[in-house]
Structure formats: structure tokens, C-alpha cells
């Protein structure tokens, strides 16, 4: 079955060790996004990439970082990861052409600073 | 200003009947998209239905249907015979023509059914 698919799935750092997440997808979808999602909240868009432009959110933090190194794979870098960015980390994927522009969500990653 | 209200942060319902979400947006594009997903507890946000505002008749998904009423605003979620396995949060969304890649998420619903 074509997916999204994340790894790892849990993620535990300390704080101030550098973490890298990854996303994978099997669609093809030229679009890939990186969502943060804390407790009890609705998921905020950090970035995501058309093709291989990247589009930073204003508000997101310097401290993350991303790399789309091919279609199918896009990474998520926290340089310097602090106890506020604990949460799930959510990739997503669609395709430009065409309505509706669905995104695909990946399982997460829940992300633990110590 | 919020684009997406949800007002029902958390719902009850017994297993095997009906139950609606309700969620008003807000823009000013004549061409725009809504969604609903669904999030379980382990994390994943599943697709479940999309309305698109020019679309003439209201989205269904199997027991997912999706009641549009464009003059109001509103694009409320209908899941009918529920399920244990509908206990999950609810997000419903829009994408704006002008602004195609991005999502804006209401607060969510958290559903719980009951047995």
C-alpha cells in the first residue's frame, strides 16, 4: 500500500542533543510538509516542500531545520532541541495538480527532551 | 481571526447511534476546501472526507458525511452507527485557493463513544 511513513516512532533526546527525524513516502507526491503538534492542540506547520523549494513558516524557530535530499524522503533537524519542543511531529504529503489537494499524514513521531 | 471554529471540545455518544461535529470557517476566497481527519490516540491524523465549495452535493464517505451549508459557513461532520473504534479527535479544515499548500486546523473535537 502506498504511505507515509516515519521513523522512529518514538524519540527520546537530551536537552541541547541535536535530533533528526525522518518521513518517507511511497505516493509520489511532489509536496511534503512537517507539522508540530503539542498536547491537546491542532498540528502547526513548521515548513513544507514543492518539489525541492523550501517554505519556511514565518514563526518557526531557527533550531529546526529540514532536508529533502529526494522525492521520497524529507528529514526534520532539531539542532538544539529544548524542553518546549517536545511534541508529535507529524509529515504530510500531497500532490499539486489536480483538487483536492489532500494531505496524507504519516504516524508521527512523539518526541521526549530529558 | 480564527478561519476554522470548532465549539465542541469533547462529545459522548453511544455506540450505534449518530452523532455531529460541528465546524464554521472563515474566508473570503470563492474557492476553497474542506476536511475532516480523524486522530486517534496513537497519533496518526487519517483522512476521512472532503468538501470542495463549489461542489453541488454534500461529500459522503461510507458512514462519514458531510453536511455543507455554504450560505452559513458551516461543513459539520456526520458519523452515523458509531463505533468503539470512532473514539478519536476530530480536526476539521480548510485550504484556501489563494494560499494552496496550507491547512488551517480547528481546536479539534474529541469524541468518545460509549458502549
Known amino acids: 500500500d502506498a504511505m507515509v511513513i516515519q521513523n522512529p516512532r518514538y524519540q527520546v533526546t537530551q536537552f541541547g542533543k541535536p535530533v533528526t527525524l525522518s518521513c518517507s513516502q511511497t505516493l509520489n507526491h511532489n509536496v511534503m510538509y512537517w507539522y508540530q503538534q503539542k498536547s491537546s492542540q491542532a498540528p502547526k506547520l513548521l515548513f513544507h516542500y514543492y518539489d525541492k523549494d523550501f517554505n519556511n513558516e514565518a514563526d518557526t524557530p531557527d533550531n529546526f531545520q529540514s532536508r529533502r535530499p529526494n522525492t521520497s524522503f524529507c528529514f526534520l533537524d532539531i539542532r538544539s532541541p529544548g524542553l518546549g519542543d517536545a511534541a508529535m511531529y507529524l509529515c504530510?504529503?500531497?500532490?499539486?495538480?489536480?483538487?483536492?489537494?489532500?494531505?496524507?499524514f504519516g504516524p508521527g513521531t512523539r518526541l521526549t527532551v530529558l | 481571526a480564527q478561519k476554522i471554529t470548532q465549539t465542541q471540545p469533547g462529545m459522548f455518544v453511544q455506540e450505534k447511534e449518530a452523532v455531529t461535529l460541528d465546524c464554521t470557517y472563515d474566508?473570503?476566497?470563492?474557492?476553497?476546501?474542506l476536511f475532516w481527519y480523524k486522530q486517534p490516540s496513537s497519533g496518526e491524523m487519517i483522512f476521512l472526507i472532503y468538501?470542495?465549495?463549489?461542489?453541488?452535493q454534500n461529500a459522503t464517505e461510507g458512514r462519514y458525511s458531510l453536511n455543507f451549508q455554504k450560505a452559513r459557513k458551516s461543513a459539520n461532520l456526520v458519523i452515523s452507527a458509531s463505533q468503539l473504534g470512532d473514539s478519536a479527535m476530530y480536526f476539521c479544515a480548510m485550504r484556501e485557493h489563494s494560499n494552496d499548500y496550507k491547512l488551517s486546523f480547528g481546536a479539534g473535537t474529541t469524541v468518545t463513544v460509549r458502549a
Open positions: 474566508t473570503s476566497d470563492p474557492s476553497y476546501g
Open positions: 504530510a504529503t500531497s500532490r499539486d495538480h489536480g483538487d483536492p489537494h489532500t494531505q496524507y
Open positions: 468538501q470542495g465549495s463549489y461542489d453541488q
